[in-house]
């Protein structure tokens, strides 16, 4: 599956931005989907994942101000991201996790 991100860019502290996430393929609707992010100098950490049920789960850093969803019909994958901290600027990536599949990411950054 190939997966290609957008929406990332510089945003002031406390605002919001949206992430998504195109699929490519039919299986897009079975898989666990997820966000993950690398910050310069740390490593890479979990933001949230959504099961093919609607599950979902998130970090405990970004838990009530990020909210992971997903348009089966689209292959899309969503992360709406509010209350932004500069501590959240990073590289986001998006994965399918159930075959260990990555996007290029791509650039959030927070900061007045």
């Known amino acids: 599956v190939q997966l290609v991100e957008s929406g990332g860019g510089l945003v002031q502290p406390g605002g919001s931005l949206r992430l998504s996430c195109a699929a490519s393929?039919?299986?897009?609707?079975?898989?666990?989907m997820g966000w993950y992010r690398q910050a310069p100098g740390k490593q890479r950490e979990s933001v949230a994942f959504?099961?093919?049920?609607?599950?979902?789960n998130y970090a405990n850093s970004v838990k009530g101000r990020f909210t992971i969803s997903r348009d089966n019909a689209k292959n899309t994958l969503y992360l709406q991201m509010n209350s932004l901290k500069p501590e959240d600027t990073a590289v986001y990536y998006c994965?399918?996790?159930?075959?260990?599949?990555w996007g290029q990411g791509t650039q959030v950054t927070v900061s007045s």
């Open positions: 994965v399918a996790m159930t075959t260990n599949s």
């Open positions: 393929g039919s299986d897009f609707r079975v898989y666990t």
């Open positions: 959504i099961t093919s049920g609607g599950f979902t």
